[in-house]
């Protein structure tokens, strides 16, 4: 048998998946694959010159509706001489899709200190440095990521946004964020920029222009979010990065919906990054009926440039966030922003409502592989697990009982994945409960519960006895 990488596998698995889900729903699959690859994203000239650009009020720069995201780039083994099998960035791959990005008209990179263990800042000014751009035609955002109690101090604080700047090969930051508050409570905040003075200090290096545009992102207790808001003409909030997508829409199990967090923006004027449009893959990896749904209306169209236009739609959105490690997810997203074909309220409430109500009918984990909870100090693959987990439900392969018509081949495709996926100290079994990753998970999901459930499933289909 020949031997297939992972990449090629989900390019196989991908295509088999749509195929299904297209002739299920009548439609011609030949016809309506034929500018698609096999990972069901588009093929063909990739359009120049026609990206759709928002205009920020305050400065009146054209940002790119389509954002980049440098926290899922593209890693390979045997770059490390230390330890071979270390996976690391590869920079001659991100050097590419950097250049390729900028021709196609992205021009706004996000990346944080937290981000690919330590080293998403460096890899971003090598990539922006090489490509030989001048500093003014694009925008960098990186963010405040204080996140150890052993940051919480002023000195701290202030030399986590000084090595910022020495990574990123720059002397000023374009959009500067309070990275993810909402975790730990006001409480938290307070501790982590207000006491301290780091938030004033930050507002007096946008005063200098060391920092353009001064926001922050929002995951957690929503209090907090409130808190920042009612403060607005103290701090001047020139942007605010929220997670909003036609999942999350009406999605209250966060706290507060998408469509709360985004219309207090509104309210206020203040312009919005869109994180998490596809929710870390998951919008773009849906079981095969939810495929079948979408391609009823645009056969043609991509499943994740769905998601994209539903984010885009709206004109308060200057930024949508997409961590592109493929040069294909590049292209595809490009090709929906370029230009941007809005949505009508009709097609808004198709996603939000009749859509996301098909999706959550799923029982899928709501992980969106950040790895903020990770390491685990356990040694668990906390988002393998799930990741596997979620790939076995959106391809059938989670049999309900011993009845189930498709039991022995979904039994085997979940045990023989969950093994080659994830190594066997790592998989859920060794959770002890400990619960240290919970405060870390921007989606507020009680991680030490979900690892029980599927280690309980994973039991029963070892022991026959589901």
């Known amino acids: 048998m020949k031997k297939i990488d992972r990449r090629e596998f989900l390019k196989t698995t991908g295509t088999i998946a749509t195929t299904t889900a297209l002739a299920g729903c009548g439609v011609n699959t030949k016809d309506a694959q034929q500018n698609l690859d096999p990972s069901g994203h588009h093929t063909g000239p990739v359009p120049t010159g026609k990206m759709t650009y928002r205009t920020n009020p305050k400065t009146g720069e054209k940002v790119s509706l389509l954002g980049y995201g440098w926290m899922r780039l593209p890693t390979k083994k045997g770059l490390n001489p230390d330890n071979p099998n270390d ?249 929906t922003y370029s230009p941007l074909q809005s949505l009508d309220e009709e097609e808004m409430r198709w996603l939000d409502g009749e859509t996301a109500n098909l999706i959550k009918s799923y029982p899928t984990i709501q992980c969106n592989d950040c790895k903020y909870c990770m390491p685990c100090p356990y040694g668990l693959d906390i988002p393998g697990i799930f990741v596997h987990y979620n790939k076995c439900v959106n391809q059938g392969n989670l049999p309900e009982s011993q009845q189930a018509e498709n039991y022995q081949r979904a039994r085997r495709a979940f045990l023989v994945g969950y093994d080659r996926s994830v190594p066997r100290l790592r998989q859920a079994n060794h959770c002890i409960q400990c619960r240290e990753c919970v405060p870390h998970c921007p989606q507020n999901i009680d991680i030490p519960r979900e690892l029980a459930r599927v280690d309980r499933f994973v039991e029963q289909l070892k022991q026959g006895t589901l």
């Open 87 to 335: 996976e690391v960035i590869d920079q001659e791959e991100v050097n590419r899709l950097t250049n390729a990005a900028l021709k196609y008209g992205v021009n706004y990179f996000d990346t944080s200190p937290a981000y690919m263990r330590g080293r998403s800042e460096e890899s971003l000014g090598i990539a922006l440095a090489q490509s030989g751009r001048p500093r003014s035609s694009y925008y960098i955002a990186t963010k405040l990521s204080n996140f150890s109690p052993s940051q919480w101090d002023f000195e701290s604080g202030r030399q986590l946004f000084e090595n910022s700047l020495k990574y990123l090969q720059t002397d000023y930051v374009d959009y500067l964020l309070l990275h993810s508050v909402g975790g730990g409570g006001l409480d938290n905040l307070r501790k982590r920029y207000l006491d301290n003075g780091l938030l004033a200090w930050l507002m007096e290096q946008r005063q200098a222009g060391r920092i353009r545009n001064l926001g922050f992102s929002f995951h957690g207790d929503v209090a907090v979010y409130d808190y920042l808001l009612e403060h607005h003409e103290e701090y001047k909030w020139d942007f605010v990065q929220i997670q909003l997508n036609y999942l999350d829409w009406h999605n209250d199990d966060r706290g507060r919906d998408a469509e709360y967090l985004f219309g207090e923006l509104q309210k206020r004027g203040i312009p919005v990054v869109i994180m998490e449009p596809l929710l870390g893959g998951r919008l773009s990896k849906v079981p095969d009926h939810v495929v079948a749904h979408l391609k009823q209306r645009k056969p043609e169209d991509s499943v994740a440039s769905w998601a994209f236009r539903y984010a885009g739609t709206r004109p308060e959105v200057l930024t949508v966030l997409s961590g592109m490690t493929y040069m294909e997810h590049l292209e595809d997203n490009v090709r």
